[in-house]
């Protein structure tokens, strides 16, 4: 998977920009602030429809009505043209020129991998973020997850509201309730085996990305924790019906499930290093990336935003040298490339940031 020529347009600080990337390694260098986050940020909302970190109205350049993204990529061996359009109103998505109405059908047409600064709080933040992170890879292989995801949501809400009614209601009915949790509990069900085989399949590629970037030889991994252990679910659902009534919420599900980072089996947040809790989140991105492989026999375009930063370097050029032998595309912006090693830039491609335009630089021995 290739993006040959990505065009914004009125996209944050970005009036007009036309970019022809490489299939390795793409140095975005520039100053802080000059948009090199603005850009890679671009990337990520073309294949996600959505940004990690505002609203869709802040992506559109100040005093624009409008902000599109452009991309003609390659995907097994063929050309194709992606477009998102976003306004006041809502976004339009088109696949060679023609719109896909739903967007759970547009997410996958191009997969990303990201590393974001913010990342770095997965390990030791809320497990509603932990839940985001696996749940927006989760929808660009697993289309199924996706849609079953949405049905989930629906049913939480509909389930909330008639909490808050039947706890506010003079006669209420708890048959409704009972039709209701049933339909919950298996849409939960259903989520919470489908993010646990995920793990399982997932934690052999990230315990040997992690000792790749580490050079240690330890025990890197994921567990699940599920909100709801046993398989009598529908019977500890129906047990929290007091709790819930009184909370006017549900208490327990899918919504409420957990993934922990752990090393040497115990729990990264507390027993590991800033180092190593950095190391961690490269090493599941790189195992993320293996894993779109293995599924779609195409590698992602990874996304590393200021990556460099507090990475020592072995490790930065351990991981620029990961991603060339994978020959996956890799987007890298950075404010320098000074501990890179020589090889690596003359196999790369330059481009430099200065007040909202990018340019590719010309590299000579």
Known sequence: MKIDKITLTNFRN????????????????????????????????????????????????????????HAA?????????????ITELGKKALLNGVEIKRLSD????????????????LIKGAPRDRRYYFDVFLGQIDRDYLDELSQYKHLLKQRNELLKHISEAKHPDIDLLDVITEQFVESSQRISHRRKAFI??????????YRYLSQKDEHALLAFAPSIETQD??????SKYRQDLLQKTTTIGAHRDDYLFQ?????????????????FILALILALGETIYNTKKEWPVFLLDDVFSELDQSRQNRLMEYLMQKKAQTIVTATGTQEIRKYVIQQAKLFSVNEGTIKEERLHD
């Open 73 to 85: 990529i390659s995907l097994g061996g063929s050309a194709n043209q992606l477009s998102l359009v």
């Open 233 to 238: 679910a529908l019977s500890i659902v129906k």
């Open 106 to 121: 547009y997410i996958g047409k191009l997969n990303v991998v990201s590393f974001l600064p913010e990342d770095l709080n």
């Open 263 to 279: 090393l040497e089996h115990y729990p990264a947040r507390v027993h590991a290093s800033q180092g190593e809790q950095r190391t």
């Open 14 to 69: 970005y009036r007009k920009q036309s970019l022809e990337l490489g299939l390795g390694i793409n140095f975005i260098i520039g100053p802080n602030g000059a948009g090199k986050t603005n850009f890679l940020e671009s990337v990520y909302v073309l294949a996600l429809a959505k940004s990690y970190k505002v609203s869709d109205s802040d992506l559109i350049h100040y005093g624009s009505d409008f902000a599109k993204i």
């Open 200 to 209: 399982e399949r997932m934690n052999g590629l990230l315990e040997t990305t």
